[in-house]
């Protein structure tokens, strides 16, 4: 099997999104990390709001109370990782880096492109 695929239920009292999300099988993880990929396809509007309610999920995530959260986790719950394609990369880096300069002034954050992956 290829991973989970189904469609994405939204919070108790919202209609589906209408988006299809398909998570890499246990054990199956990206490369250099522990981390699973989550594949979303749908609308523009779709995949922003499962993106938005699965950061939200990530967020408010609690360990189990006999387990103490680690340092890493507590920093994992305030970012999102994308993985892009290639062919947009030098849009989204900008001419020596603007684009992303551009975003971390506008928005004060951390903001950076692995290449090692």
Same mark, same amino acid.
């Given at each position: 099997s290829s991973g989970i695929n189904a469609e994405w239920p939204l919070r108790p009292g919202k209609?589906?999104?209408?988006?299809?999300?398909?998570?890499? %099988?246990?054990?199956?993880?990206? #490369?250099?990390t522990n981390e699973r990929i989550a594949f979303i396809s749908g609308t523009n509007d779709q995949v922003h709001q499962v993106?938005?309610?699965?950061?939200?999920?990530i967020r408010n995530d609690k360990p189990p109370e006999n387990k103490k959260i680690s340092l890493d986790l507590k920093e994992r719950?305030? %970012?999102m990782k994308l993985?892009? #394609?290639s062919s947009s990369a030098g849009k989204i880096i900008g001419k020596s880096g603007c684009n992303i300069k551009e975003k971390?002034?506008?928005?004060?954050?951390?903001?950076?492109?692995?290449?090692?992956?």
């Open positions: 209609k589906e999104s209408g988006a299809h999300i398909r998570v890499s %099988q246990n054990g199956k993880y990206y #490369p250099t993106i938005c309610e699965i950061n939200e999920k719950k305030t %970012q993985i892009i #394609p971390r002034k506008k928005y004060r954050l951390r903001l950076c492109v692995d290449t090692t992956a």
